[in-house]
C-alpha cells in the first residue's frame, strides 16, 4: 500500500516555465509534508514543509500548495531554471513530523531544458 | 559545521564478501536511517534506530544488519555480498536542522556494486 502517491514520474521544462509536482496522501493522521531536492550523486535535502494549518508556503521561487478536504499537495516552481534539474521527492509524517518516520513519495525527475 | 558522513563513496566487491557501510553524523540527532535508493531513484527503508542501542528493520527486507553503539555511528553490514546488494545506500538522520526547522539530513550515499 503506497500511502503518498507523486506524480509525474518524469517532467521537462523550458527555462522560465513552470514545473508543478504532485503528490497525494491516504493516511489523514499526516500532518507534515515536506519537499526533498536530490541532485545525481547526492543524497537528498529538505527544500521546503507545510503543515495542514496552511494552504500554502511560498519560499522564493518555490510553493507548496496544500489542500486538506482533497488530501493532496503540490510543489510549484516558478521561473524553472536549468539548475532546478533534479529529482525531487515529497513526503509525509504525523506528529508534526518529529517523532515518527517520513512516507516517501517515488520521487519526481525534473528537467529544465536552456 | 554539523552533517552527516558516509564511506566509502564508490565500493566495487566480489561475491561473497563481508562489507561495512559507514555512517556518521554530527547532527546531535537521535534518530537515523539506512535507505536504498534503485535506479528509478525511489527511496526504500531498510533499517531505522531511535537511538542507542535501539534498531528496526524497515519497510523494505534487506540482509543488511545495522548496529547502534555511538549516538553519531550507524553502520550498515553485509555479511556476503552478492550482486543483488548492488544498489545506492543511503544513510539519513532526523531532528531540528541548523534552521530551526525539523527534517532528514541524508548523507551523500555509497554507491555499492558487487560482482
Known amino acids: 500500500q503506497q500511502q503518498v502517491k507523486q506524480s509525474p514520474q518524469s517532467l521537462i521544462v523550458q527555462k522560465g516555465g513552470i514545473s508543478i509536482i504532485n503528490c497525494a496522501y491516504e493516511?489523514?493522521?499526516?500532518?507534515?509534508f515536506p519537499w526533498y531536492q536530490q541532485f545525481p550523486g547526492k543524497g537528498p535535502a529538505l527544500l521546503i514543509a507545510i503543515r495542514p494549518d496552511v494552504s500554502e508556503k511560498k519560499e522564493g521561487r518555490f510553493t507548496i500548495s496544500f489542500n486538506k478536504s482533497a488530501k493532496q499537495f503540490s510543489l510549484h516552481i516558478m521561473d524553472s531554471q536549468p539548475g532546478d534539474s533534479a529529482t525531487y521527492f515529497c513526503?509525509?509524517?504525523?506528529?508534526?513530523?518529529?517523532?515518527?518516520?517520513?512516507?516517501f513519495g517515488k520521487g519526481t525527475l525534473l528537467t529544465v531544458n536552456p | 559545521e554539523a552533517d552527516i558522513y558516509q564511506t566509502p563513496r564508490y565500493l566495487v566487491i566480489g561475491t561473497g564478501k563481508k562489507i561495512t557501510l559507514e555512517c556518521s553524523q554530527t547532527?546531535?540527532?537521535?534518530?537515523m536511517y539506512w535507505y536504498q535508493q534503485d535506479p528509478g531513484m525511489e527511496l526504500h527503508l531498510i533499517h531505522y534506530s531511535y537511538g542507542v542501542n535501539s534498531t528496526e528493520k524497515g519497510d523494505l527486507s534487506s540482509e543488511s544488519t545495522v548496529s547502534r553503539i555511538r549516538t553519531e555511528h550507524f553502520p550498515l553490514t553485509l555479511e556476503s555480498a552478492r550482486p543483488s546488494h548492488t544498489s545506492q545506500y543511503l544513510c539519513?538522520?532526523?531532528?531540528?536542522?541548523?534552521?530551526?526547522?525539523?527534517?532528514?539530513?541524508f548523507g551523500s550515499g555509497t554507491r555499492l556494486t558487487v560482482v
Open positions: 513526503a509525509a509524517s504525523r506528529g508534526g513530523g518529529s517523532n515518527y518516520k517520513l512516507t
Open positions: 547532527m546531535g540527532h537521535d534518530k
Open positions: 493516511n489523514t493522521a499526516f500532518d507534515y
Open positions: 539519513a538522520s532526523s531532528g531540528t536542522l541548523g534552521t530551526g526547522v525539523y527534517g532528514y539530513t
